[in-house]
T-cell receptor
Framework: GAVVSQHPSWVICKSGTSVKIECRSL??????MFWYRQFPKQSLMLMAT?????????EQGVEKDKFLINHASLTLSTLTVTSAHPEDSSFYIC????????????FGPGTRLTVT | QKEVEQNSGPLSVPEGAIASLNCTYS??????FFWYRQYSGKSPELIMS????GDKEDGRFTAQLNKASQYVSLLIRDSQPSDSATYLC???????????FGKGTHLIIQP
């Protein structure tokens, strides 16, 4: 149980284009999903928290107009990187909290984004 | 600002020995504590969670929490080469909060 998937697993895009990443909870309903970013040799940094049916809450320093988050259902959240630039190249990882387990978060396999 | 500190290592341990990983956190209101294992190029995998002071054991893993000292540790008994990975300590203030991660300790189990 507690399986989270992400799609795509990797993506290469040109500077200025937009990229959408999907995060799905496969065997549970995720009332809350989280988006993290990990640069090489660094730890995970929380970008935003999304709750089903409401606007995402962004961490300080994360541009909400650049990183659009939609959590339209209890099993799907999407992150769209708009007007991507090379400095947005990173490992994007989502996690989901099972409503039955209040505190534990389960991570998706991640999406490696490379902007050329 | 919440901070989680870990020794980056590498920590080298002989196969079969006990590996001891440590973590301190700055925010006294933190309520939930986690250890994740991350292999290179992969996403984190939950190893242990602990919410109250004391020890919690699960197989070869034991998590220890001391809220007064703001200290969390993970012991890995009978270390195996497959345990070689980066171990991330993470804390959160509550169920609705995201995780604050330490930078991780790189553990190497020597055959």
């Amino acid at each position: 149980g507690a399986v989270v998937s992400q799609h795509p697993s990797w993506v290469i895009c040109k500077s200025g284009t937009s990229v959408k990443i999907e995060c799905r909870s496969l065997d549970f309903q995720a009332t809350t999903m989280f988006w993290y970013r990990q640069f090489p040799k660094q730890s995970l940094m929380l970008m935003a928290t999304s709750n089903e049916g409401s606007k995402a809450t962004y961490e300080q320093g994360v541009e909400k107009d650049k990183f659009l988050i939609n959590h339209a259902s209890l099993t799907l959240s999407t992150l769209t990187v708009t007007s991507a630039h090379p400095e947005d190249s990173s490992f994007y990882i989502c996690s989901a909290r099972d409503g039955r387990e209040i505190y534990e978060q389960y991570f998706g396999p991640g999406t490696r984004l490379t902007v050329t | 600002q919440k901070e989680v500190e870990q020794n980056s290592g590498p920590l080298s341990v002989p196969e079969g020995a006990i590996a001891s990983l440590n973590c301190t956190y700055s925010d006294r209101v933190s309520q939930s504590f986690f250890w994740y294992r991350q292999y290179s190029g992969k996403s984190p995998e939950l190893i242990m969670s602990i919410y109250s002071n004391g020890d919690k054991e699960d197989g070869r893993f034991t998590a220890q929490l001391n809220k007064a000292s703001q200290y969390v540790s993970l012991l890995i008994r009978d270390s195996q080469p497959s345990d070689s990975a980066t171990y991330l300590c993470a804390v959160t203030g509550g169920g609705a909060d995201g995780l604050t991660f330490g930078k991780g300790t790189h553990l190497i189990i020597q055959p």
